[in-house]
Structures are given as structure tokens and as C-alpha cells.
């Protein structure tokens, strides 16, 4: 079946550093892929939708300046804390739509741990 | 490997109907979670509900969770024509790594 990876899967920073999160199609083109945040026992929280050239789009209450989205190609989409405060801290987990087939997938997460 | 599998894959109901969707799983759960997704958006979350609660409310919306059958239902009531969308279960571990594991989802078309 199609896969998505997510890199790094762990990362540990200092407050007010920034992190890049990738997150990849690795056998399908992904024209839209959208990105979320977990928090501990709690549901995913969608943030924004990536699409392939073009500006994300965010939901309600999530700061675009803060996590910035970026599609450069059909099957890499990056999100990027900036600023990285502690409260940041959280599973962040993208999925991916492979259009051809209907379907979506997700990737395995990362964890982000701001100190 | 698969956790959640709803059931039915596919539903077709008229409006003003009620729609009913069972999700399975296989382990303990934490919390089992349901979301909406319409076409070309992300997923919403519609309602989490923890191992030791039976029933939860939203709205039109009533999830069931039973941990001795492994199994949870999702009942919209007065359907309507925006509630066609995908629905997905989600299982939340027992585990320390908060990891959630989505079924493939039940596509639910309400008809005019």
C-alpha cells in the first residue's frame, strides 16, 4: 500500500528555535496534504491544508506566521515551527491524498518536545 | 496493521433519515474517536469518547462504545444533505506513545 513518512521522528529543541517537519509520499503524487496536531490522549486537530503549489490553507486559530507550511512538490510538504515555545510541544501527524486512488494516507507522526 | 474497520464502507440514505456506522477494533483503547471529512478537506473531529463512558452526545450526533464487544456506533439523526462526507473511528492506545490508528472509513451520501 502507498506510504507516507514523516522526518524526523522525534526531535527535542530549546525554546525559541525553529523545527522543519517533512512529510513525504514515497509512491504516489499527493496533490493536497494536510497537517495536525495531537495532543496527548487527545483527537487530532486538523491546522492546515497543503496544497501542491500553492498557499496553505489554515484553520481557525492557527497562526500561519507561527507554523509555516510549505508544498514544493507532489509529494513533499513541510511544516515549520518557528519560535518554538514549550506549549508547542505535541504529536504532529500529516496525511496524504493520492487523488488516482480515493484515498488518503497518514504518516506515522512526529513528536516534538520544546525544553 | 489495522485497528479501527468501519462498517458499512459505503451508505446511501434520504434526507431526513437517521444513519447508523459501527466501528470494530482489535486492542484496548484509551478513547476511540470519530471524524468527518468531506471531500478535498482534512479531517474534523466529531466526538472522542473515553473506555470507561458508554454513550456521548453532540448534537444530532450519538456514539456508543461497548469495550467488551470491541466496538463503537455513530448515529446521525435528521440527516442531512451536508452530512455527506466520509466518517472515520479512530482508537486511541492504551500506551504511553498517544499514537491513534484510523479505520478506512464509511462514505455516507444523503439523498435528496
Known amino acids: 500500500g502507498a506510504v507516507v513518512s514523516q522526518h524526523p521522528s522525534w526531535v527535542i529543541c530549546k525554546s525559541g528555535t525553529s523545527v522543519k517537519i517533512e512529510c513525504r509520499s514515497l509512491d504516489f503524487q499527493a496533490t493536497t496534504m494536510f497537517w495536525y496536531r495531537q495532543f496527548p490522549k487527545q483527537s487530532l486537530m486538523l491546522m492546515a491544508t497543503?496544497?501542491?503549489?500553492?498557499?496553505?490553507?489554515?484553520e481557525q486559530g492557527v497562526e500561519k506566521d507561527k507554523f509555516l507550511i510549505n508544498h514544493a512538490s507532489l509529494t513533499l510538504s513541510t511544516l515549520t515551527v518557528t519560535s518554538a515555545h514549550p506549549e508547542d510541544s505535541s504529536f504532529y501527524i500529516c496525511?496524504?491524498?493520492?487523488?488516482?486512488?480515493?484515498?488518503?494516507?497518514f504518516g506515522p507522526g512526529t513528536r516534538l518536545t520544546v525544553t | 496493521s489495522q485497528q479501527g474497520e468501519e462498517d458499512p464502507q459505503a451508505l446511501s440514505i434520504q434526507e431526513g433519515e437517521n444513519a447508523t456506522m459501527n466501528c470494530s477494533y482489535k486492542t484496548s483503547i484509551n478513547n476511540l474517536q470519530w471524524y468527518r471529512q468531506n471531500s478535498g478537506r482534512g479531517l474534523v473531529h466529531l466526538i472522542l469518547i473515553r473506555s470507561n463512558e458508554r454513550e456521548k452526545h453532540s448534537g444530532r450526533l450519538r456514539v456508543t462504545l461497548d469495550t467488551s464487544k470491541k466496538s463503537s456506533s455513530l448515529l446521525i439523526t435528521a440527516s442531512r444533505a451536508a452530512d455527506t462526507a466520509s466518517y472515520f473511528c479512530?482508537?486511541?492506545?492504551?500506551?504511553?506513545?498517544?499514537?491513534?490508528?484510523f479505520g478506512k472509513g464509511t462514505r455516507l451520501h444523503i439523498l435528496p
Open positions: 496525511s496524504a491524498e493520492d487523488r488516482n486512488a480515493y484515498e488518503q494516507y
Open positions: 479512530a482508537t486511541g492506545s492504551m500506551n504511553r506513545d498517544d499514537k491513534i490508528i
Open positions: 497543503s496544497n501542491e503549489g500553492s498557499k496553505a490553507t489554515y
